[in-house]
């Protein structure tokens, strides 16, 4: 099962690995809303990816003095890209990566910031989850996909600064502060990074306003480990940040009202419209588990779509769907 479940994840897989050894086209590398957030206490803009990294976000904040990104980038080539992007805009030096979750998006390229004198900041829950992650992504990518090979996927980074439930990073101007939520959210666990000066709240793959999310889930144990009602807690904890906007890993930013009350809304019906799916297959249930699974996967993306019809990024539930379907 184990096996199958992956092969589902194939064909976009293999277009994010290509991205560590062929050119990207150029990609849209301003904020979602189509305005960077510039104020006398720093600037927040953002690089995004193409379909080949999976159109990830990776933010970063110059105070003026030095920079913080938030999120790696899936593979070192990918973070290059990101790191020239951000050097093309500013003379700051890039003093911090923040990882916000253990997603192979967020991690994998972290060895090119350190590379460029940059430290790694994760929390320890993030830092504990890391090697799990990494050794389930690359079992899919070399043994499944064949997509790298052993000596060729990117190496699990080190993290340099760890914490526990919070921390200020140490900056010359500025402030940024990291929490862990209490809840887990998308992955095992989620980190949260808080510019006051801006109400900027910059939350990785927890959000995906106007985009569709990665339903995947946490994976522990080996295998996908999806919890909604996790994921919807963690979005509840938001509200905390009064005033915010909120930047999530991919789609547009929002305000944290409407950002949570989105999010929460689309975890809803994705939750009833694949629970409604199952049902309806009754005794071909078993189908979700053979050579057949892929079919039913693009068939409930389909569904998901006309659903959302004014949401981006559908190919992110056809290749992360069968973690969610294992619930049911």
């Known amino acids: 099962m184990f096996k199958q479940t992956l092969k589902t994840m194939a064909m976009v897989m293999?277009?994010?690995?290509?991205?560590?050894?062929?050119?990207?086209?150029?990609?849209?590398?301003?904020?979602?809303?189509?305005?960077?957030?510039?104020?006398?206490?720093?600037?927040?803009?953002?690089?995004?990816?193409?379909?080949?990294?999976?159109?990830?976000?990776?933010?970063?904040?110059?105070?003026?003095?030095?920079?913080?990104?938030?999120?790696?980038?899936?593979?070192?080539?990918?973070?290059?890209?990101?790191?020239?992007?951000?050097?093309?805009?500013?003379?700051?030096?890039?003093?911090?990566?923040?990882?916000t979750h253990p997603n192979p998006d967020k991690f994998n390229g972290a060895t090119a910031f350190q590379a460029i004198g940059a430290q790694v900041v994760a929390s320890q829950a993030t830092a504990q989850a890391m090697p799990a992650v990494h050794d389930y992504k690359k079992y899919y990518f070399v043994q499944i996909a064949g997509a790298f090979t052993d000596d060729n996927y990117p190496t699990l980074p080190t993290i340099d600064i760890t914490f526990d439930q919070s921390m200020d990073l140490d900056l010359e101007s500025g402030s940024v502060t990291l929490s862990t939520l209490r809840n887990s959210g998308v992955s095992s666990t989620q980190t949260v990074g808080w510019i006051e000066s801006q109400r900027s709240l910059i939350v990785g793959d927890l959000v995906h306003h106007k985009a569709h999310a990665w339903l995947e889930g946490a994976i522990q144990n080996g295998a996908p480990a999806p919890n909604l009602d996790a994921w919807?807690?963690?979005?509840?904890?938001?509200?905390?940040?009064?005033?915010?906007?909120?930047?999530?890993?991919?789609?547009?930013?929002?305000?944290?009202?409407?950002?949570?009350?989105?999010?929460?809304?689309?975890?809803?019906?994705?939750?009833?419209?694949?629970?409604?799916?199952?049902?309806?297959?009754?005794?071909?249930?078993?189908?979700?588990?053979?050579?057949?699974?892929?079919?039913?996967?693009?068939?409930?993306?389909?569904?998901?779509?006309q659903a959302f019809p004014d949401y981006t990024l559908p190919y992110m539930v056809q290749y992360s769907i069968y973690g969610l379907l294992s619930l049911y």
Do not use: W
Request: proline fraction near 4%; hydrophobic fraction near 35%.
């Open 14 to 99: 293999i277009l994010g690995a290509m991205a560590a050894c062929v050119p990207v086209s150029q990609p849209d590398n301003t904020l979602p809303t189509d305005q960077n957030t510039e104020q006398a206490t720093g600037n927040l803009d953002v690089f995004t990816s193409d379909v080949q990294g999976f159109d990830t976000h990776s933010y970063y904040y110059d105070t003026g003095s030095e920079v913080v990104v938030f999120g790696a980038q899936f593979t070192p080539g990918l973070a290059q890209q990101a790191i020239d992007h951000i050097q093309a805009q500013t003379d700051s030096p890039i003093r911090y990566l923040v990882i």
């Open 232 to 305: 919807k807690q963690a979005l509840n904890e938001l509200l905390a940040f009064e005033n915010a906007t909120v930047y999530g890993g991919r789609g547009q930013s929002a305000p944290v009202q409407e950002a949570v009350a989105a999010q929460t809304q689309y975890l809803n019906d994705i939750d009833a419209l694949v629970r409604q799916y199952v049902a309806d297959l009754g005794e071909r249930r078993s189908e979700l588990q053979s050579d057949q699974a892929p079919q039913h996967h693009e068939a409930l993306t389909q569904q998901i779509a």
